[in-house]
């Protein structure tokens, strides 16, 4: 860890910014507002999106040209010429959130006090891609922030600072990541504010306690309803907003974006087979327990209450009819 004894406490820093996506803009513009000083901003090149495919800037693109910061897009940092660019900032610190790029040694060392990480979960539980989704899919009952020194390992370097919430039962991917966006942000400018008293009282991470948070793939999201219903439920609010459970009823795709576990044992039903609809939505049979629908969305259609579909679609989800279950993996 780098000898943070030349910063006085309360001292403005000079920073380079790295981060992408929304989650990473929010503490950025906390950093816009704040006494430090943004020398640069790091972000990943521009994408394809849209149905036009046409090139977007991130989010913290956007912000940062707004407020005259330099961006810098490299597609990679192992790159020499990319390394020297970013040592000639000399910057005291480089604040790194949701960047999606790998930070080589030479990086990690380039700015005087080391780079840091705010990272979604409370390390070193989730490391890795996804800590949001797979801390509510595990049914965990609280997570948060983490500012961490960066070093080689994957979300391995030394604890700065944790804030922390709870997670319950109506949580998804979407309400705990709001939370989190606005945990971060006073969380790291605290940090900032009295970084060598925070490097010196850093906590190693226990090895022992870590967990990986991979990253999401669109195949998890297919509900295999031989699952237990509350476990099928956390998934679903694990992948809302992305990428959005999802089954097939009688040849149609059908997206559930709400749901809840039902105070009611497995029927005799196979599962996948709905057993009941109403007004507060489809009963729908599981390995164990049963599962309420409340929200869903149909092939070239929005999501709607499952009462509001039921009205158009009522044939469809019939009592009797059964949802498809995933193919089981080879032996």
């Not at 040694?105 to 005087?112: E, F, G, I, T, Y």
């Amino acid at each position: 860890m780098p000898a943070p004894t030349t910063t006085s406490p309360g001292q403005a820093l000079r920073i380079i910014f790295a981060g992408t996506p929304e989650f990473a803009a929010f503490h950025l513009r906390s950093l816009i507002d704040s006494k430090h000083q943004l020398i640069a901003a790091y972000t990943q090149p521009d994408r394809p999106a849209g149905r036009g495919k046409k090139l977007q800037s991130s989010p913290v693109k956007q912000l940062a040209g707004a407020a005259g910061i330099p961006v810098f897009q490299p597609p990679s940092l192992r790159d020499a010429r990319a390394q020297q660019t970013l040592a000639e900032l000399n910057a005291d610190v480089m604040v790194v959130v949701a960047y999606g790029l790998i930070l080589p040694q030479a990086v990690l060392d380039a700015p005087r006090l080391g780079c840091l990480n705010v990272h979604a979960s409370l390390l070193p539980r989730w490391r890795g891609a996804a800590p949001i989704q797979r801390a509510i899919e595990a049914g965990d009952r609280e997570t948060g922030i983490t500012i961490m020194q960066m070093d080689a390992g994957l979300d391995t370097g030394a604890i700065l600072a944790t804030s922390r919430c709870t997670i319950d039962e109506q949580t998804t991917a979407a309400s705990l990541l709001d939370t989190l966006a606005s945990l971060g942000p006073p969380s790291l400018l605290e940090v900032l504010g009295s970084l060598p008293a925070h490097q010196l009282s850093a906590i190693a991470q226990n090895e022992e306690q870590a967990t990986y948070a991979g990253k999401i793939l669109k195949a998890e999201a297919e509900l295999d309803w031989r699952r237990d219903a509350t476990a099928l439920d956390r998934a679903i609010r694990a992948f809302n907003p992305f990428p959005v459970c999802f089954s097939t009823l009688e040849g149609e795709r059908v997206r559930v974006w709400q749901a809840a576990p039902l105070d009611q044992p497995s029927g005799p039903e196979a599962p996948g087979t709905i057993v009941q609809t109403g007004r507060e939505g489809i009963a729908v049979n599981c390995g164990s327990g049963q599962l309420l629908i409340r929200q869903l969305q149909l092939p070239g259609g929005k999501p709607l209450a499952a009462e509001q579909v039921l009205h158009a679609r009522s044939g469809l989800f019939a009592a009797g009819h059964r949802f498809a279950l995933p193919a089981e993996p080879a032996p």
